[in-house]
């Protein structure tokens, strides 16, 4: 039986290895209904591969008594049926729609959430409800004029916003986005921003993975920051976005500042 989703993310002493080497160690980490996060790190510390794990792309390497791992209130999940209240959206599902699904349209590609294909086939059953949420996710992101563009024909903008949509063709209760504004220009990057603000407002938990700390809106009330395969810190944004801790964990002296509710960071000279 499942049990309330309250919580999103629920770890204890979770580590990941690939090969022999741990990318991941003593992870522990809430993240709770309603508290949208953001997880800040150096490349390579180990940002992509936690939000694989929350996903269950991947599995813990290592358990022992003290290990605890519950996504959505369950510590096991069928991965199609996570899809339905866990959205997410990565660079490599982007790359993977401009690479082979060019030939695609913007309904069919949000379409496609459904079962989670690369395009529509003809053994999978499309019904009527399903359009009607497909449509009705191309309007949540305000897209319904990339209704039937072909993906060939968008820009990396208007693509990423049918992912996103995608994602969102099932009623979701959190969605993760592992750098979504890569490859934006700064109007897309800022249009993406309100999209991502108006989604964490209508109800669903938005996980950022950012290089960007400009990115962190104000609904964003906790940050996470990841360093070498750890969380170095985590809670409410204000204490943990210091300029001590970014200095920290990227390894350089930076001042961090706060304008009218917008982070920036800079070089100390
Ligand atoms: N499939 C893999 N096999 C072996 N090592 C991997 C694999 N994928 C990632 N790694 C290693 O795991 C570590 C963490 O990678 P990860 O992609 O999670 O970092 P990240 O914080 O998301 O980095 P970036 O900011 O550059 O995207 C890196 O050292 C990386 O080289």
Same mark, same amino acid.
């Given at each position: 039986m499942q049990k309330p989703m309250n919580r999103i993310v629920f770890f204890e002493n979770v580590e990941l290895r690939y090969e022999t080497?741990?990318?991941l160690k003593n992870i522990s980490l809430q993240i709770e209904a309603g508290e949208h996060c953001v997880i800040l790190g150096a490349n390579g510390s180990g940002k992509s591969?936690? @939000?694989k794990? @929350?996903?269950?792309? +991947?599995?813990?390497s290592y358990k022992d008594e003290t290990f605890k791992r519950e996504i959505l209130g369950n510590e096991r999940w069928v991965v199609s049926e996570l899809r339905k209240h866990l959205g997410v959206v990565t660079n490599d599902l982007h790359t993977r729609f401009a690479l082979d699904g060019g030939y695609l349209s913007g309904f069919e590609t949000v379409l496609s959430g459904f079962n989670g294909t690369?395009? +529509?086939?003809d053994h999978l059953e499309v019904t009527q409800e399903q359009i009607e949420a497909a449509e009705g996710a191309l309007k949540r992101l305000g897209i319904e004029h990339l209704r039937d563009k072909r993906l060939c024909e968008m820009s990396t903008g208007e693509l990423r916003k049918c992912i996103v949509a995608r994602a969102l063709v099932h009623p979701v209760k959190a969605i993760l986005l592992d750098e979504p504004t890569v490859g934006l220009d700064i109007k897309a990057q800022l249009d993406f921003i309100e999209m991502m603000r108006s989604l964490a407002r209508s109800g669903t938990t938005v996980i950022l993975v950012t290089h960007h700390i400009e990115e962190v809106f104000e609904e964003i009330k906790t940050a996470v920051l990841i360093k070498e395969g750890t969380i170095y810190a985590a809670g409410e944004k204000e204490a943990v976005l210091s300029s001590a801790n970014l200095s920290?964990?990227?390894n350089t002296p930076l001042d961090v500042q706060k304008l009218q509710g917008r982070y920036s960071i800079h070089p100390v000279r």
């Open positions: 080497s741990a990318v591969t936690l @939000i794990l @929350i996903n269950c792309e +991947l599995y813990p690369l395009g +529509l086939f920290e964990i990227f």
